[in-house]
């Protein structure tokens, strides 16, 4: 009701503050936060495909690590639709998932360095596994569980 009262009012979105928006953007309808982590998510994928595709054309490591790491960051962006930006930073940030959170965000760099700064394609290859690892780890951080089952069963298998 606020939002309108401003609309019609004649303030702009352009008016308010970044927080402002940020807390606005959470109030977008279930059926358009769905959609829009779909969207997000099916990017993602689309762009992690599309770069391992173009990682065995001759100079592909570069593409191959901006569009995998730019397939990452989607996925990770659409599930700020479902839950919202600042509680999904929220989140990100907590002790539980601290760690992974920051080694994926530094491989998320560290990959595009590689390829676009320094032109090591192994180095960034390797970022690329990394950021790979990494993202899982954040991922299995929402599972109860999850990680202390993949720990055991990794123990397992190298004992």
Known sequence: MEKLRR?????????????????????????????????????????????????????????????????????????????????????MFETTRLLATVIMLLCFIFTLCAALVWHKKGLALLFCILQFLSMTWYSLSYIPYARDAVLKCCSSLLS
């Open 7 to 91: 609309v019609l009012s004649g303030q702009d979105d352009e008016e308010q503050g970044l927080t402002a928006q940020v807390l606005d953007a959470s109030s977008l309808s279930f059926n358009t936060r769905l959609k829009w982590f779909i969207i997000c998510f099916v990017a993602g994928i689309f762009f992690s495909i599309l770069g391992t595709g173009l990682l065995w054309l001759p100079g592909g490591i570069k593409l191959f690590a901006v569009f995998y790491t730019l397939g990452n960051l989607a996925a990770l962006a659409s599930t700020c639709f479902l839950m919202g930006p600042v509680k999904q930073l929220k989140k």
